[in-house]
């Protein structure tokens, strides 16, 4: 058995970005006085494209992207930062999310000039949004089963099937969605390519699915007889797994997935009274710093594997697994800490707190299941 299975290599944020943090945190403040407690809670999920484009009107969209494609060839690290301030901020960054976390980063990789041309300075800019199309009905967690196809045609391909849970279809402009173009779903993950696809094409039906908090984030997509060109394929044919894995670890890496919940916590702690401030709150909030702290370590340090070119799969699997499993706790802490219970009111904290406590169930799902999750690191420690 492998001596070391999972690297986690420290890595520090310089000082020369703290600058940098105070500007995101100076922008921040015009904005966080207008949001509920509800808007925040959404986190990264909040979705105004107003927001999206002012920040990238201070080129924080594609900070690390070739400025030949309209992105600012900044580092890494200058991105994490302000990633991080959003997120601590609750800020509403659902537009430009997953086209600056993902979507772009992969046109980037494997697309065509073209592609990189078109789509790139236009995310850049916080105006066109992505979602990610990968889930179906009977392809959840086994996403190597989906049965969606990519049928070849003169000088394009066919599509036809269905996407389940994807968020913000309802209000994004492209997908890249996996499809099936060879083989058959007892192949598992061969056979599959990724696919650009503008979701105003004919053939597309969009239907939101209600979620416990009475919103409309997740979305099934029905796929009938779309038509799209050759230049849509993204990447390699039947190159798709091994593209979306790539793509994955950064899903699962990043402070999305240790901050969703973290506004909860600065709101819980200005919360505590002479009552309520004993040891016992003393230790659960000591305790959940701590968390944040090492997740913060992981994630950082999973960053710079990702900037050397390298694909951490497990080490991004587990800081999934440990962040949105603390993420979920925080809203228990809430209560017992400050015995409130999650009612909605006209407060800040209690909007905040009754809005993660319909969400944060759903966490655990996002990016991967934990049992899929416990399966990466299983076999990362050679165990299967």
Not at 143 to 150: C, E, G, H, P, V
Not at 226 to 252: H, K, P
Not at 268 to 281: C, E, K
Request: aromatic fraction near 8%; proline fraction near 5%; charge should be negative.
């Amino acid at each position: 058995m492998n001596s070391s299975p999972f690297r986690f290599p420290p890595f520090v944020i310089p000082d020369q970005c703290q600058a940098l943090r105070e500007e995101v945190r100076a922008f921040l403040a015009d904005y966080s006085n207008t949001w509920s407690g509800w808007d925040v809670g959404h986190s990264w999920t909040g979705f105004d494209r107003a927001f999206s484009r002012a920040v990238a009107q201070r080129g924080w969209i594609g900070m690390t992207w070739p400025k030949a494609y309209g992105g600012h060839e900044r580092s890494v690290v200058e991105r994490y930062v302000v990633v991080e301030e959003m997120l601590a901020a609750g800020a509403p960054v659902g537009a430009h999310w997953v086209a600056d976390r993902q979507s772009g980063p992969l046109i980037l990789r494997v697309g065509t000039e073209a592609q990189r041309q078109k789509l790139i300075p236009k995310i850049a800019a916080g105006e066109s949004a992505f979602c990610i199309g990968l889930s179906e009905p009977d392809s959840g967690s086994d996403l190597a089963s989906l049965r969606s196809r990519a049928e070849k045609i003169d000088g394009g391909w066919r599509l036809n099937g269905r996407k389940i849970w994807t968020t913000y279809a309802n209000e994004c402009d492209f997908m890249i969605g996996l499809f099936r173009s060879s083989g058959s779903p007892e192949q598992k993950h061969k056979g599959l390519s990724q696919f650009l696809i503008d979701l105003q094409s004919s053939g597309i039906e969009i239907n939101p699915i209600q979620d416990m908090t009475g919103e409309s984030h997740f979305n099934e997509i029905v796929f009938d007889n779309v038509l799209i060109a050759d230049e849509d394929l993204v990447g390699e044919e039947g190159n798709g797994w091994a593209q979306v894995n790539a793509e994955l670890t950064f899903e699962r890496s990043g402070p999305d997935r240790y901050l969703s919940s973290f506004p909860l916590l600065p709101a819980t702690v200005s919360a505590l009274t002479d009552d309520t401030n004993d040891r016992l709150a003393a230790r659960k909030i000591g305790q959940a710093f701590a968390e944040i702290t090492v997740l913060r370590e992981m994630s950082l340090s999973i960053l710079s594997q990702l900037s050397e070119g390298k694909t951490p799969l497990q080490e991004a699997a587990v800081t999934k697994l440990l962040g949105t499993t603390m993420e979920q706790r925080l809203p228990e802490m809430t209560r017992e800490l400050l015995d409130n219970s999650p009612l909605i009111g006209d407060d800040q904290l209690s909007q905040l707190q009754g809005y993660l406590t319909q969400s944060v169930p759903s966490f655990s799902l996002r990016g991967g299941t934990n049992e899929i999750m416990c399966g990466i690191i299983a076999r990362g420690l050679g165990l299967r």
